[in-house]
């Protein structure tokens, strides 16, 4: 059982390793760096964590596991389907923009310098599409949503709102234009491809 100690120093050795992997990558990051950063030796992350694949994976998995609590925090403070699907984008691009290192681990590490995920991991990604899509599929039955396939249709949403953080995180915005009014704009506008025609946009 690890006491508060081992998990302080198993916090700081995933904290040191986002930093590392973001300023080196991966195939150039190692357990020598880490322990450096940390001030202790190779062998005490050894403890942690059986290898750098391992330690990585660990660090997918708490990044992916802080940003669906907070997309399914945003979903559950919601009333209505058209509040929630707004909420979870607003929760979406939030996230990304306070917890940077985490979000870009998560989707904008190069998938060659990351080491095998495990098959039912995937699972645990792609709850976060499962959540939009069933806001979707709710609108849909609600008659509030168009969509052919809500799971199809929540990648495409992601891939928009992906579009939008990525702009901001790579400092890719005009300085003209307002960070806040970007985003409110640009999360209308997604929101708006998916109102149904039948009812007053």
Do not use: C
């Not at 991966?26 to 880490?34: D, N, P, Y």
């Not at 001030?39 to 391992?54: C, G, P």
């Not at 389907?81 to 979000?103: D, F, G, K, T």
């Not at 992601?158 to 300085?175: E, F, M, P, T």
Request: charge should be negative; hydrophobic fraction near 40%; aromatic fraction near 8%.
């Amino acid at each position: 059982m690890l006491t508060l100690s081992d998990m302080s120093l198993r916090e700081e050795i995933l904290d040191a390793t986002k930093d590392l992997l973001l300023e080196y990558g991966f195939s150039k990051l190692s357990m020598r760096k880490i322990a450096g950063r940390v001030n202790v030796t190779a062998t005490s992350i050894y403890l942690y964590f059986k290898n750098k694949d391992d330690l990585l994976l660990a660090l997918i998995e708490e990044s992916i596991e802080n940003l669906k609590k907070a997309l399914s925090d945003a979903a559950g403070e919601s009333k209505g389907v058209m509040q929630q699907l707004r909420s979870v984008s607003m929760a979406y691009i939030n996230y990304a923009l306070e917890h940077p290192r985490e979000y870009e681990i998560i989707f904008m590490v190069r998938p060659e310098e990351m080491p095998t995920y495990p098959k039912e991991k995937f699972r645990q990604i792609r709850s976060g599409y499962t959540l939009l899509a069933e806001v979707l599929e709710k609108g849909k039955e609600e008659q509030q949503f168009e969509t052919d396939d809500s799971l199809l249709a929540a990648y495409a949403m992601w891939s928009q709102l992906h579009g939008v953080v990525s702009v901001i995180i790579n400092k890719r915005l005009d300085a003209k234009v307002s960070t806040e009014e970007f985003i409110g704009q640009a999360v209308d506008q997604i929101i708006q491809g998916f109102i149904s025609k039948k009812i007053p946009a």
